[in-house]
C-alpha cells in the first residue's frame, strides 16, 4: 500500500503542472548567437622606431682629435700651476721653478695667450741665466722669439734666435744650431705671410689706411 502511495504522489504533482511545464524539457534550447567584431588593429609604439638599415649616420670621432680648454678649466689650471710656481721661488728652489715656468708657458701658449707667455718666459730667462743654466736660457730666448713671432714682433723674435744660437755656437752644441735655424727659417715664412696679410687688407681698405 505505501509503495503505491510513493508513486500516485508523483504522477498527481505531474498531472497538476500545466501543460507547457510537463513538457518544457522536451523543448529545444535557443542556440547562443556569438557575434564576432571585426580584430582590433594592430598597436603601434608611439615612439621612434630606428630601421637598421636607414639608421642615423653619426661621424666618426677620431683618436687623436684634442678638444681645447674651456675657460673654466683653463682658470683652474693656471691658478695650480701658479700656485706651485710660487712655492717653489718663494723657497728659492731653482731648479723646479724652471721647470714650473715650463709647465706654465705651455698653458698660455697653447690656449693663445702670449702676453702672459711671453712675461714669464722673461722671468725665466733671468732665473736660468742666475743660476746658469744653459739649457733653460736656450729654452727661453727660443720660445721667447715663436711668442713674439706669433704677436708680430719678427725683429726681437730675429734677435732673441740671434743670441740663442750664439750661446749654442761657442758650447758646440750643434743639435741646438740646427734647431734653432729651422726656428728662425719658420719665424722668417710666417713674417712674409704676416706682410703679405697686411698688404692685402690695406688693399681692400684704402680709406682706413690714409686715417692712420
Wanted: charged content about 20%; some cysteine; hydrophobic content about 45%.
Amino acid at each position: 500500500m505505501m509503495f503505491r502511495v510513493f508513486i500516485l504522489v508523483p504522477l498527481l504533482f505531474i498531472l497538476v503542472l500545466p501543460a507547457s511545464a510537463q513538457f518544457a524539457w522536451l523543448k529545444k534550447k535557443p542556440a547562443v548567437v556569438v557575434v564576432r567584431y571585426p580584430d582590433l588593429p594592430e598597436a603601434h609604439s608611439l615612439g621612434i622606431r630606428i630601421d637598421a638599415a636607414n639608421a642615423l649616420s653619426h661621424p666618426e670621432i677620431k683618436a687623436d682629435l684634442v678638444f681645447g680648454m674651456t675657460e673654466y678649466g683653463f682658470d683652474l689650471t693656471e691658478a695650480a700651476l701658479l700656485k706651485v710656481l710660487y712655492h717653489t721661488l718663494r723657497f728659492h728652489q731653482d731648479g723646479e721653478s724652471i721647470v714650473n715656468y715650463h709647465n706654465l708657458i705651455d698653458l698660455y701658449v697653447s690656449q693663445s695667450h702670449y702676453s702672459e707667455a711671453k712675461w714669464h718666459l722673461l722671468q725665466c730667462n733671468l732665473l736660468a741665466q742666475k743660476i746658469g743654466d744653459t739649457d733653460a736660457i736656450i729654452y727661453t730666448l727660443t720660445s721667447l722669439a715663436m711668442v713674439k713671432g706669433e704677436i708680430g714682433e719678427f725683429e726681437q723674435a730675429a734677435q732673441d734666435l740671434a743670441d740663442a744660437r750664439s750661446i749654442a755656437s761657442s758650447l758646440g752644441r750643434f743639435n741646438d744650431i740646427v734647431l734653432i735655424d729651422k726656428k728662425l727659417s719658420k719665424l722668417k715664412a710666417r713674417q712674409l705671410t704676416y706682410v703679405k696679410n697686411e698688404s692685402s687688407y690695406a688693399e681692400l681698405n684704402p680709406d682706413k689706411k690714409n686715417t692712420q
